[in-house]
Structures are given as structure tokens and as C-alpha cells.
């Protein structure tokens, strides 16, 4: 068995060299071989030293490095599985380039893939501080952050053990596919969507159109390390409207009158959820801050996106 992991990056080297660190401790299933693949999707191969460091210390595995000179996610994205398929790979996997794995991250993904015979696979992420000097406001979102992910791995979990985890979306911060399936389907990334966002959810919605056969793998964990700059109430504000308004480009192509009045009323409830966790920041403290943040900013979006508003989610990059 050949198993490609796969990482796109885009000028942050630092944040590559941890998971690249990470890679080097990852253990292979039985008879696997892993191939690393990392796309650059800089012109300028802002990534090459730290993959050169990388394929010095690796003690096990093949590295390949390549360049997208074409900017945005969903097109580096394809050139990974264009690359993958190319080296021979069964399998490709994704983590992030801002996260580290756990060494059985692979094995437990592709675990899942083989004995429960499924084309996409999925595991949860928890975050991490990057940084250790945080004020106490910063401290305090950091935990409304860190609770906003573990209410969400906890409501996955649940989803899977009632046996309902074929309807988990699983987006490429962890993300394992069968690529005989992908060969078959054809199915590529939208390549429309290069800086708003939301490609990997659409890559999910249109997979589900075709039968996958999707699930969740509650032990292949990632960490996902975070910045102090995406710590701050405005990021998490403008990330939740960026968000809404990719979700709604994807979900509705026309504005109907029955969109309208959905899309009205589904902000009004925000809000309102909105105002609950204002009243309750004295109590709850960063984890009421953040679903203010999140709420207001997902309410925003929805009315933004109504009326011609478009996301900008990927236009500039963060960290280093």
C-alpha cells in the first residue's frame, strides 16, 4: 500500500516546519509505505528550505515537493491528488499546514478506510496556543476557542456512535480519500471558489451526490496551532462572515423569496442567540465571547451574502 500525505502551504514556513516535525514521527501502517507530498503554492518556493530540512532528517518515507504557481487553495488542492495519483499512491491524506498530527494519525485514518470500506475519512481537530505570552483577554477567547472545537469533536462523536457519521462533513484539515474512488468519480475541487473558502465543503456536498461512502475516525487527531493574530475578537468575527457568506454562495444560486425569508429570519435568531451571550460573558467568560463573535459574524455574513456580498476569506494569509 502506498499512502500519500499531503500538505498545502502558502508563504509560512515556520508554521510547515511544525507539522513537517510532526510528519517525522508519524508511523505508517502495516506493508505502507508513506510518500510525503508538499505543494507550494508560491511562485517564489517560500517552502523549499523547510521541506529540504524535512527530507534531511526523515528517517523513513519518500518527499516530494512540487510547485502550483497558480494561487488558491482549491487548485493546489488539485494538484495534490493529480500528484498523488501520479506517484502510485492508494490513499491521500491532509492535514493542514498550521496543525501537527499524532503519529497514529495515518494509521488510524486509513484503518477506518479499509475496515469499515469507506471512500472518505474524517477525525477531529483540537487547537493549540501557539503562543504563551497572551495577554488575559487573548487567554480568555483562546479558552472560548479551545471549547467552540471540543463542542464540536464531542457532537461528532456522538454523530458516529449512533452510526449517523456518514453525515459529518469532513473538510481537508484532516481528511483521507480513496483515491481509486477519486480516479473513478472524477471529482475535483472547485476551483471557482480559489479565495473565499468553502471548497473543501463543497468538494463534501458534491461526494455525498455521488454515494461516498464517508465517515469519522474519533482517534486521528490533529492539533491545530493558533496564531495570537487569530486569537483577537475581529478575526474571529470576520472568519464567521466570511464563512456564512461562502456557505450561502454554495447552497443558493438564486435568491428566491423563500431564501430571503429564511435567510432574514435565521439572522434575527443569531442575534437574538447573540444578545444571550453578551448577557452571559460575566458567567462564561471567553467561551460566551466567542459565540459572540462567531454569531454576530456568521449573522452579518448571511445578510451580507443576501444582498451581493462576497468572501474574501483566503485573499491575504496569516502567521509565518
Not at 194 to 220: C, E, H
Not at 294 to 314: C, D, H, P
Amino acid at each position: 500500500m502506498r499512502i500519500c500525505v499531503g500538505a498545502i502551504t502558502f508563504r509560512r514556513p515556520n508554521l510547515l516546519g511544525g507539522l513537517l516535525r510532526s510528519f517525522e514521527n508519524l508511523r505508517a501502517p502495516p506493508n505502507a509505505t508513506l510518500i510525503f507530498l508538499i505543494v507550494d503554492n508560491d511562485a517564489a518556493m517560500s517552502a523549499a528550505i523547510a521541506v529540504k530540512n524535512f527530507q534531511s532528517r526523515l528517517k523513513e518515507g519518500i518527499v516530494l515537493y512540487t510547485v502550483e504557481a497558480r494561487a488558491g487553495i482549491p487548485i493546489a488542492r488539485n494538484r495534490a491528488v493529480q500528484e498523488a495519483i501520479a506517484a502510485g499512491a492508494d490513499y491521500l491524506a491532509f492535514a493542514d499546514d498550521d496543525e501537527e498530527v499524532h503519529p497514529d494519525w495515518v494509521c488510524e485514518l486509513v484503518a477506518a478506510a479499509v475496515e469499515r470500506k469507506l471512500d472518505l475519512v474524517g477525525g477531529p481537530v483540537r487547537c493549540l496556543s501557539s503562543d504563551i505570552s497572551m495577554d488575559l483577554w487573548s487567554k480568555a477567547l483562546m479558552t472560548g476557542i479551545v471549547a467552540r472545537d471540543m463542542k464540536k469533536e464531542r457532537s461528532a462523536r456522538r454523530r458516529a456512535e449512533k452510526g449517523l457519521e456518514s453525515n459529518i462533513v469532513i473538510v481537508t484539515n484532516n481528511w483521507l480519500v480513496d483515491l481509486a474512488w477519486l480516479r473513478q468519480t472524477n471529482l475535483k475541487f472547485d476551483e471557482a471558489l480559489r479565495f473565499s473558502g468553502g471548497s473543501d465543503a463543497k468538494f463534501y456536498a458534491d461526494a455525498r451526490a455521488l454515494s461516498v461512502r464517508s465517515g469519522w475516525s474519533t482517534s486521528a487527531v490533529v492539533y491545530e496551532r493558533v496564531p495570537l493574530s487569530r486569537i483577537g475578537f475581529g478575526y474571529q468575527f470576520d472568519r464567521a462572515r466570511n464563512q456564512a457568506i461562502a456557505s450561502f454562495r454554495r447552497r443558493h444560486a438564486v435568491n428566491t423569496p423563500r431564501v430571503m425569508l429564511t435567510t432574514l429570519l435565521s439572522s434575527a435568531v443569531k442575534v437574538l442567540g447573540c444578545a444571550a451571550c453578551v448577557a452571559g460573558v460575566p458567567i462564561f467568560g471567553g467561551r460566551a465571547l466567542i459565540q459572540v463573535a462567531r454569531q454576530s459574524g456568521w449573522a452579518v455574513g448571511r445578510m451580507q451574502a443576501l444582498f451581493g456580498g462576497t468572501s474574501s476569506l483566503y485573499s491575504t494569509t496569516d502567521g509565518d
